[in-house]
């Protein structure tokens, strides 16, 4: 099993910033993928940004060049970093960890808990 715990959420005003952490626990060989999403009530959860143990990432395009995401592979932590943010940002955002499990490729997913991250206008 695989545990992953957010930090860094929280208020911030509209083109502020605001880091969120995630780190991994647990059995963690064989996670080749880490990312955030967030999910706001009645919407379905959204990609943010994700970034592979080689170092490839993927940013949404609502978020691109405002949010990066970094990685720490062998500790299996990712951070990301939001600048610039805007009041439709407020969401919770999940920590999502990408784990392989057999040789052919099959991979489990796991999340966080979520951090609330509220921008104020």
């Known amino acids: 099993q695989v545990e992953l715990v957010e930090s860094g959420g929280g208020l911030v005003q509209a083109g502020g910033s605001l880091r969120l952490s995630c780190a991994a626990s647990?059995?963690?060989?064989?996670?080749?993928?880490m990312g955030w999403y967030r999910q706001v009530p009645g919407r379905q959860r959204e990609l943010v940004a994700t970034i592979t143990d080689g170092g490839v990432t993927n940013v949404a395009d609502s978020v691109k060049g405002r949010f990066t995401i970094s990685g720490d592979n062998a500790k299996k932590m990712v951070d990301l970093q939001m600048n610039s943010v805007k009041p439709e940002a407020t969401a919770v955002y999940y920590c999502?960890?990408?784990?392989?499990?057999?040789?052919?490729?099959?991979?489990?997913?796991?999340w966080g808990k979520g951090t609330l991250v509220t921008v104020s206008s």
């Open positions: 999502n960890a990408v784990r392989r499990i057999t040789v052919e490729g099959a991979s489990v997913d796991y």
């Open positions: 647990g059995r963690i060989f064989g996670i080749n993928a």
